[in-house]
């Protein structure tokens, strides 16, 4: 029985959109763990037809969200971004090496979940609580990067 993650309110970055996405990327984390016990006749395309709408879908909100974080100024978005291309690496080596007929459902699922999760709860929530206690206006008003004095 594998761990599966879901969306909760803490997990919230204060933006309804980016919720939303959160919340389906998780949702099709969840299927992906479905797959995994299911060994019935398609199955490995199953697998591979979700683990490809993750990959998309992950694609599309690390679009959306890094948009959000440049038009708030966010200082930490090139590590941000650096850290999303880490996982669409991830899962193109994943997609590479089940072309050549290594699949390894749990380790995927594994890469994904993790993934998922620590990004979730750490750098994602970096940049909510940057933007609540109200992004560059403040990190300026409070003489943060001032090299006048
Ligand atoms: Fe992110
Ligand atoms: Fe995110």
Redesign the pocket.
């Known amino acids: 029985m594998v761990q599966k993650i879901s969306w909760n309110s803490e997990l919230s ?1 204060g933006n309804a959109t ?1 919720d939303k ?2 919340r389906k ?1 998780l949702e099709l984390c969840s299927q992906v763990a479905d797959c995994l016990e299911d060994t019935g006749p398609g199955s490995s395309e199953r697998f591979h037809m979700i683990l490809n709408d993750v990959g998309d879908y992950a694609f599309q ?2 679009q959306t ?1 890094e948009a959000y974080l440049s038009q708030h100024g966010y200082p930490l978005l090139v590590e941000h971004k650096a850290e ?1 291309m880490g996982l669409l690496s991830q899962l193109s080596q994943c997609f590479f090496a089940a072309g050549r007929g290594v699949l390894d459902r749990h380790g995927m699922y594994r890469i994904l979940s993790e993934w998922l999760s620590r ?2 709860m750490e ?2 929530m970096q940049y909510r609580d940057f933007i609540r206690s109200g992004g560059v206006e403040a990190a300026t008003a409070s003489g943060k990067g001032d090299c006048s004095s």
Do not use: G, N
């Open positions: 970055v980016l996405q959160h990327l909100h690390f969200e999303h990004h979730m750098s994602d």
